[in-house]
């Protein structure tokens, strides 16, 4: 059964690259495009319009264009599928997150960079080392082992409203992530390609600092989740 489908871009700074990304969307497969210009300065915006995608404006922060994207959706659309508009996730893929929801397989698919093929140079050893180190905290404190904590990802819309997601920043993937196994979703995880973004530097992992304060919002999420959880069960 094909469920109606609305993909949601955050992107900030981005105008190298989104229009190329839009209209690669799989149109016939999907009802709506909508980036979300997380406060650019370069025109990302009215690329994004051009090549065919609805625009809508959020504060600045990860989590919060990935939050307002979400809330602009049709109220129709019964999967939300998210990536990044720097033409890294292979949208060619995007048939493998979508399809197990719509066979009832799953509710929260993940494309996993790691079991997929990686361009040279699209990860660095920090990412691929924090995905690792990531992964395995989630297993020892939840019991579910992820490989990634990449964008590229599909879930019942109804899902994520339950979800109760709080994370406005980076960590919004993460917190998405051990939330779904809180809740008791059917996860699963597939092997999606991975390339060089097309333009400019990654707000990730692009220079140290930026490096650094991403890691420790990880983190951060991480804590908060499990105190969360135990004062839960007082």
């Known amino acids: 059964m094909q469920l109606r489908v609305s993909v949601v871009i955050p992107a900030l700074n981005e105008s190298e690259s989104i229009g190329l990304v839009v209209a690669s969307m799989p149109w016939g497969a999907i009802d709506e495009c909508i980036v979300v210009d997380n406060g650019s300065t370069d025109g990302t915006g009215e690329v994004a319009a051009q090549a065919g995608a609805r625009v809508v404006k959020s504060p600045r922060g990860y989590g919060a264009a990935c939050y307002a994207g979400a809330k602009a959706a049709l109220a129709t659309s019964e999967v939300l599928v998210f990536l990044d508009g720097d033409g890294s996730d292979v949208v060619s893929d995007m048939p493998k997150l979508i399809g197990p929801i ?133």
Not at 125 to 132: E, G, K, R
Not at 139 to 158: H, L, P, S
Request: net charge positive.
């Open 102 to 234: 719509e066979r009832g397989e799953a509710d929260f698919v993940i494309g996993s960079r790691i079991r997929g093929k990686r361009e040279p140079g699209s990860m660095n050893f920090s990412q691929v080392f924090a995905a690792h180190l990531i992964g395995a905290l989630v297993k020892v404190t939840y019991g579910f082992r992820y490989t990634d904590m990449g964008a590229f990802r599909a879930i019942r819309r109804e899902s994520l409203e339950k979800l109760g997601m709080t994370e406005m920043t980076f960590g919004w993937n993460l917190e998405m992530q051990v939330r779904a196994v809180q809740m008791g979703l059917r996860i699963l995880e597939v092997p999606t390609d991975y390339k060089c973004r097309m333009a400019g530097e990654s707000k990730v992992s692009g220079n140290l600092i930026a490096s650094v304060k991403t890691a420790w919002r990880i983190f951060g999420v991480l804590v908060r989740t499990r105190r969360q959880t135990l004062k839960g069960r007082q």
